[in-house]
């Protein structure tokens, strides 16, 4: 697990335009921070390793079986989902703190890491953007893929022969998103441009 020196787990509200103060409009993705408290610090001592146990959105004590119920006898409250993270100075955090967004400040650049909208089955010309075949009567090849190996030679398909197949669904992190603005009443911020996943999932946003 890599270092860091600020992280949070957020969801994604959307996307929207803000102004600049030179009056440009920037398009911007809307992150909500709910809930990040500590519920475990690890230590070289007891685990080998210095990291923070995250707990995010406060969840149903119904809806949490009792085994998962035992991590959380430290602190005030139950989780959806627990995060690990390991940051570079671990002695300015206390188990049933909470992390803020002031952690972050603007023109801060951030990286995001999120899951992708899973499109399920699709096609080269959605998968790889490849260019479609004429769409005349005539053509019977609109959108396959065309040719996938050599006629003589070797006369096979190579590996990592780019064909229809699963996407989306996958881990993937935009880094060097600049934060645009911060409302610390709503506990949002603003990052230039777009991130992974669908609205309203998870992502963790960390320097």
């Known amino acids: ?18 102004f600049n103060e030179e009056g440009e409009a920037l398009s911007v993705t809307v992150l909500q921070l709910i809930e990040n408290k500590i519920i475990q610090k690890k230590t070289i001592d007891n685990d ?27 602190i005030d409250g139950l989780f959806k989902k627990i995060k690990e993270f390991k940051f570079s ?25 999120g899951v992708t909208k899973g499109r399920g089955f699709t096609g080269t010309v959605k998968r790889y953007n490849f260019t ?7 053509s019977k090849n609109h959108r396959r893929c065309g040719s996938i190996g050599a006629g003589t030679g070797q006369g096979k398909v190579w590996k ?14 935009v880094k060097n998103l600049k934060i645009v603005k911060i409302d610390q009443d709503r506990s949002l911020v603003l990052v230039k441009g777009a991130v992974p996943g669908a609205n309203g999932s998870e992502i963790v946003l960390y320097n």
């Not at 080998?48 to 006898?73: A, D, T």
């Not at 479609?132 to 005539?138: E, K, N, R, V, Y």
């Open 48 to 74: 080998g390793y210095e990291s923070l146990r995250v707990g995010y959105h406060i969840e149903k004590e119904s809806k949490i079986s009792k085994p998962n119920k035992g991590q959380f006898k430290a």
């Open 160 to 173: 990592g022969q780019k064909m229809p197949g699963h996407y989306g669904n996958v881990n993937v992190t």
């Open 89 to 113: 100075d671990m002695t300015k955090f206390e188990v049933g703190a909470s992390l803020p967004v002031s952690m972050f400040e603007v023109n801060e650049e951030v990286n995001a890491t």
């Open 132 to 138: 479609i075949s004429p769409m005349a009567h005539g």
């Open 1 to 18: 697990m890599k270092k860091i020196n600020k992280g949070l787990l957020t969801k994604k509200i959307g996307m929207t335009k803000v």
